[in-house]
């Protein structure tokens, strides 16, 4: 049995803009960015917001709670 996790469309990008304004990422954000990763089908604009919000991690500018 295989489970497929797929994002709402426009999902991304709301959410990128959220994580944007609060400086911080939800657990449902953090759902959101674990099937943008494993979806290979994603545009690469959608691509480059997701690795700008795991680059804005990682440099600590933006928080998971």
Known sequence: MSCYIQLLPGALPAMAQAVEQNRCVTLTDRYGLMAAVFDESLPDE?????????KGIQAGHIQVM
Not at 46 to 54: F, K
């Open 46 to 54: 959608e691509r480059r917001m997701v690795n700008r919000i795991l």
